[in-house]
Structure formats: structure tokens, C-alpha cells
């Protein structure tokens, strides 16, 4: 499926829109951007969470770099046939990175239904 950067970032932002205010009031020194692709290692990765999680933070964490949640364009929209399908991968790949933010990981998510 074939989809502008302007309008993917569009989806992205809408995706964090839809973090509840209350979860996304807690999150922490962290950025979510958009790239093209994965590492070439893993190239079909949607999504990657980079940083410290919230639940490994403690009083030693002072100046640190913001953690980056990316979200890889290209997989995304090679997956997907249909726009909607596209909004709903992108929802999920979002939620998916945000939680390991928290601490949360990938066999806790995938019993919920975002791995």
C-alpha cells in the first residue's frame, strides 16, 4: 500500500492521540519518530523501543538521552492491503513500543493481543 510520509506520521500521531491521557501523562523522557526502514538485520521489524524502561529507572537516571520509539514505514505499509488495515498496524505497533516503555514485554503483549 502506497502512503506519503507526511500522511503516515499523520497515522503515527493519531495512534499516540489515542494513548489514554492518563498513561500518556506518565510517560518519560521519551520521542516517537518515524523511519523508512528497519536495520537491514531485521527488516521486517515494525516497531523498536530504545532506552530504559520506566520500571528500571532509578535515582541514577539524570541526564539521560530521551528513549525512541520508531515505527518503520516500509513494513508497515508492504503488510497491509487496505487503509484501515494500515490505521489498526500502525495503533498497535504504537501501543506495542509504548508499553515496553513501561516495562511491559513481548510475551506479557502477545497475551494481550499486541505482539
Known amino acids: 500500500m502506497e502512503i506519503g510520509e507526511q500522511e503516515f506520521e499523520g497515522l503515527v500521531s493519531e495512534a499516540l492521540d489515542g494513548v489514554p491521557a492518563e ?60 487503509p484501515e488495515e494500515l490505521v489498526e498496524e500502525v495503533r498497535i505497533t504504537v501501543v506495542h513500543e509504548i508499553a515496553h516503555h513501561f516495562g511491559i514485554g513481548d510475551h506479557a503483549l502477545h497475551d494481550l493481543g499486541y505482539a
Do not use: H, K, W
Not at 528497519?38 to 530504559?52: F, N, R, V
Open 23 to 82: 498513561l500518556a501523562a506518565l510517560m518519560d523522557n521519551v520521542v516517537v519518530l518515524v523511519e523508512d526502514e528497519p536495520p537491514a538485520e531485521e527488516p521486517d521489524l515494525l516497531g523498536l523501543y530504545e532506552g530504559i524502561p520506566l520500571t528500571q529507572r532509578d535515582s541514577a537516571y539524570t541526564f539521560a538521552q530521551p528513549d525512541r520509539i520508531l515505527v518503520f514505514r516500509g513494513p508497515l505499509t508492504r503488510m497491509c492491503e487496505t
